[in-house]
């Protein structure tokens, strides 16, 4: 039995991480069975993290070596605990398939039959791990552990909780971030067969029912007044107004490399342009919920979340009782991409189950939680560059101004004004450029709550640096793929993956009219990958993306079936913020409510997706965000190569590409 101390929410860990101890341990993958871990700092704590969490695309990265070690371990002491019962050396025993045999005689015991004698050996202080050459399970295409309970409908996910006598409850929050709730009629919600109660909060108000239909009918009939509060005027216009007029002045050095000032002043050719990206929201297809059920001085709770313990703190806290007090069930996550990082839905819940007898789960409507959500944070970049007299960079000089989501969520994390997360993928560039300067500027925008969102800072600062080298190609009149290359001298794995999916998409044949390639590299989360998209504009300025190749070299693979869904995954995700995605805000509302208004790729608009994977000796790498992000500026890129539009703001903007236009 594994007791897993990270989270399951599409991205494969209940399957790979098995792979690991069942590797070293010598058992099948069908021989381990997974519980999921309670909260506790202490035991579950990610080793790359600091905390109890699944995120940063590091749960294999930290499994790695603590999960084989540990089956080795037991391993060892199981032959350890055989031969004993034998009386013969350990050398002449070995493990396979949950059994120790001794091999002069063919004897066998069952790892059960030795676990209470192995439980008593020392734990070995001397591990000698498996190589590479010798892996039974790790690098095989594995079928996943939990795909027959997902298609057969047994898994349990936090929406699916159903303890006795639970009832159901949807809820208003305060249209306007920091908002009050002013006054509520509830004579019609009281009267809608099923309601059994009405729960008001300072900021939000709960429908409590016998089933969700009741309480959605209930919270429609329901009148409400808010006060705006501080943030009635908040628009997405003054929040980017506020974030350009931040580049002006200097932030904190994140890197800085040479004289960057001479360089330019000295250059042969100079190029300055500014990006913007907006606020996305997550969007996951299991909307935000949690069940809870306070009694006399305890809190149960049933949730879907990636930072348990966090979520445990919380939940204490909004109950008034101590950590120890709260038990929290985690369960299967329909879709975290960071938002279930977050505790404020646990807290939400825990708030509104003080008022009610038994236990309640909250469901949040789509509207509320596309509106409510924590998004990933806008962000605003002046960018400049010196060429020499052959077009390649001697200088570059990046200053962007966004929140810090480390500095609320791990204050720890955040020193001398940088966070590694709002920094990665715009320094420790894979290119060689002699003299460099990146600045952040820290700007919190009112009212509008930030937070981790599929590969957060590289999915702002790899769009920003891929499509500024871009501009750099274009600027030296050269191609897109040999510009960059003359740049990897010193990045053999970024070479490697660049000269892959350019030889994959057929890059440098020939394309119809406003049909273009793309391209883009990033090393961000321990992996490296180069992308190629393959576009095609309309007359009307709709674009289609016909095709994307992907290269990764994500280090030594333990499931290449999960690092191919993974990049498939992310692609998907990135391609929908590159054309749709925007979270706009005005009078201190966010205007998207549903997937009318907030689209998500369809399927019939999917592209066709290669994922070729470079072998490694390397240690692992992250999959759960990496595809997401290098796909955005290839997207753009392709855009520019079909029409010559170079478009520095997202999402896509079909009117500027319109032929003619």
């Given amino acids: 039995v594994l007791i897993m101390p990270y989270v399951e929410m599409g991205q494969g860990t209940y399957t790979s991480i098995p792979m690991l101890i069942a590797e070293e341990l010598e058992v099948d993958l069908d021989q381990v069975e997974l519980q999921a871990a309670p909260p506790d700092e202490k035991l579950y704590t990610n080793p790359l993290l600091g905390v109890q969490a699944t995120g940063n695309s590091n749960a294999i990265r930290g499994a790695w070596e603590p999960m084989r070690r540990a089956g080795a371990s037991a391993r060892m002491m199981l032959v350890s605990a055989a031969a004993k019962r034998w009386a013969v050396d350990p050398d002449a025993c070995r493990a396979e398939r949950g ?67 639970v009832k159901i409850a949807t809820l208003a929050q305060s249209p306007v971030f920091g908002g009050r709730l002013a006054k509520v009629d509830d004579t019609a919600a009281k009267a809608v067969n099923g309601v059994r109660q009405i729960v008001r909060l300072d900021d939000a108000v709960a429908v409590v029912a016998d089933h969700m239909g009741a309480a959605l009918k209930g919270l429609d009939a329901l009148v409400l007044e808010w006060d705006d509060g501080p943030h009635g005027n908040v628009s997405t216009d003054s929040i980017r107004e506020e974030l350009e007029q931040a580049t002006f002045n200097p932030g904190a050095t994140a890197q800085r490399i040479g004289d960057v000032e001479s360089a330019i002043a000295n250059a042969a050719t100079r190029v300055e342009a500014t990006y913007n990206v907006p606020f996305l929201a997550h969007a996951a297809m299991e909307p935000m919920n949690c069940t809870v059920h306070v009694r006399d001085g305890e809190c149960e709770i049933w949730v879907g979340n990636q930072a348990v313990a966090r979520a445990q703190a919380f939940a204490a806290r909004a109950a008034g009782l101590p950590a120890e007090k709260v038990i929290l069930h985690n369960h299967l996550i329909g ?21 009610v007898e038994g236990p309640v789960k909250v469901v949040w409507t789509r509207e509320e939680d596309i509106q409510h959500d924590m998004y990933r944070p806008m962000w605003f970049d002046r960018i400049s560059a010196g060429l020499d007299a052959n077009g390649m960079p001697i200088a570059w000089n990046n200053r962007f101004a966004g929140p810090s989501v480390i500095a609320r969520w791990l204050p720890a994390g955040f020193n001398d004004g940088l966070d590694p997360d709002t920094t990665e993928g715009a320094i420790n560039l894979v290119y060689t450029i002699p003299n460099l300067n990146v600045e952040y500027v820290r700007v919190e925008p009112p009212g509008i709550p930030t937070a981790f969102w599929r590969s957060v800072g590289p999915s702002h600062n790899v769009f920003v640096t891929e499509s500024f080298m871009d501009e750099l190609a274009a600027t030296a009149g050269q191609d897109p793929v040999a510009y960059r290359l003359a740049l990897l ?73 999960i ?82 539009k170079r478009l520095r703001q997202l999402p896509v903007d079909t009117a500027v590409l319109q032929r003619g236009s």
């Fill in 335 to 355: 879709g975290g991409f960071g938002r279930r990082l977050e505790a404020d839905g646990v807290e939400r819940a825990v708030e509104i189950a003080k008022q």
């Fill in 563 to 644: 690092v191919q869904a993974q990049i498939q995954s992310g692609i998907m995700f990135g391609v929908t913020a590159a054309l749709y995605g925007a979270i706009t805000v005005k009078n201190g509302k966010v205007e998207q409510g549903n997937f009318d208004t907030y689209e998500i790729l369809r399927m019939q608009d999917a592209p066709a997706v290669e994922v070729h994977i470079v072998e490694s000796t390397e240690a692992p790498g992250g999959m759960g965000e990496t595809g997401t992000s290098c796909v955005v500026p290839a997207v753009t890129n392709a855009i520019f190569a079909a029409t010559g």
């Fill in 489 to 561: 001298e010193n990045s053999p794995r970024a070479r490697a993956v660049l000269s892959l999916a350019a030889d994959k998409a057929g890059w440098g044949e020939k394309l119809p009219e406003r049909v273009g390639r793309g391209v883009s590299i990033q090393n961000a989360f321990g992996s490296y990958l180069a992308q190629v998209a393959e576009v095609e504009v309309a007359d009307d300025g709709t674009v289609g993306i016909r095709r994307v190749v992907c290269a990764v070299d994500c280090g030594i693979v333990v499931n290449p079936n």
């Fill in 99 to 165: 059994e120790v045999i001794h091999v002069p005689t063919g004897r066998r015991l069952t790892y059960g039959e030795l676990a209470a004698d192995a439980a008593l050996e020392p734990v070995p202080t001397d591990v000698e791990l498996k190589k590479p050459q010798d892996f039974r399970l790790i690098g095989t295409p594995t079928k996943r552990l939990d795909t027959p309970a997902k298609v057969n409908g047994s898994a349990v996910y936090g929406i699916d909780a159903r303890p006795d006598g």
